[in-house]
Nanobody, 115 residues
Framework: QVNLVESGGGLAQAGGSLRLSCVAS????????MGWFRQTPGHQREMVTM???????LYADSVKGRFTVSRDFTKNAVYLQMTTLKPEGTGVYYC?????????WGQGTQVTVSS
């Protein structure tokens, strides 16, 4: 079992920035990639970004050039620096860790972008 604990998020104005953090504990040896998903009102959960240990990070087209993912492998952590925030990015952001058999999820953190 892998436990993911998120921090960060909150309220920001359009054009502003926020940073999300997530730390994994437990059977972290099972993790191949970490990243972030989000669920905005009226939409299904979608990938924002994922970063494996060896590949270039993947980003959703909607966040390319504005969001940056990074990992600290010594801390089993993943971070999401979000800049130039847009109101349509308001939603719950989930930390995700990809294991060999399935994904692990954090509890989610609310991000609200005001116009």
């Amino acid at each position: 079992q892998v436990n993911l604990v998120e921090s960060g998020g909150g309220l920001a104005q359009a054009g502003g920035s926020l940073r999300l953090s997530c730390v994994a504990s437990g059977n972290t040896f099972d993790i191949d990639a970490m990243g972030w998903f989000r669920q905005t009102p009226g939409h299904q959960r979608e990938m924002v970004t994922m970063m494996s240990t060896s590949n270039t990070p993947l980003y959703a087209d909607s966040v390319k050039g504005r969001f940056t993912v990074s990992r600290d492998f010594t801390k089993n952590a993943v971070y999401l620096q979000m800049t130039t925030l847009k109101p349509e990015g308001t939603g719950v952001y989930y930390c995700a860790a990809r294991g060999r058999s399935f994904y692990y999820w954090g509890q989610g953190t609310q991000v609200t972008v005001s116009s």
